[in-house]
């Protein structure tokens, strides 16, 4: 499933709002995570995100952070095009495949990660994109598999050394 590419009118300082006839077809399969394109100018960024009903309008939310706001070089009132698709990832958000080497090394740390939420595994996630070079964020899974192991379930303790 994927919808033609439409028009979004940039008009909240974090969130786009989705009409009710674009998102319908991901409503109607509860669908509540989408794969996201946005092109500005000569701007394209993709991302995986949440999407939320709006409780005011009936129509859809999704967040967009000050980053991708940033890399897209859109502010409040412009006019932008936006393609959703159905979230089709095992996470809702890409694997890095640091942590994911990391991960199938240690199978102990692997069967504990895979018993977490689907929230506390893209915040794991999260925090090993946040890093710039693949040896830090090898080195911060590594952290992280440990601190699993040891029981740590904290996102805030999880990437500290012990």
């Known amino acids: 499933m994927k919808t033609t590419k439409f028009k979004i009118l940039f008009i909240d300082v974090f969130n786009i709002f989705i009409p009710n006839k674009i998102f319908a077809p991901f409503a109607a399969k ?4 989408v794969k996201v394109k946005i092109w500005f100018q000569t701007h394209k960024i993709e991302f995986y995100a949440a999407v939320k009903k709006d409780k ?6 999704m967040m967009l952070s000050k980053q991708k706001q940033k890399a897209l070089g ?3 009132g412009d006019e932008f ?3 959703i698709f159905e979230d089709t990832s095992k996470y809702g958000v890409e ?3 640091e942590l994911e080497a990391v991960l199938m090394s240690d199978y102990d740390a692997y069967k504990i990660f895979e018993e977490l939420t689907a929230g506390k595994k893209r915040s794991i996630i999260y925090g090993i994109i946040r890093y710039k070079k693949s040896q830090q964020k090898i ?13 740590i379930r904290n996102p805030m303790e999880l990437f500290k050394l012990p």
Do not use: I, T
């Open 30 to 33: 509860k669908m509540n995570r």
């Open 56 to 61: 005011n309008s009936g129509d859809y939310k």
């Open 74 to 76: 859109v502010s409040l």
């Open 81 to 83: 095009e936006m393609q």
């Open 95 to 97: 694997m890095p495949e």
């Open 139 to 151: 080195d911060k899974a590594l952290v992280m598999c440990e601190n699993l192991k040891r029981g």
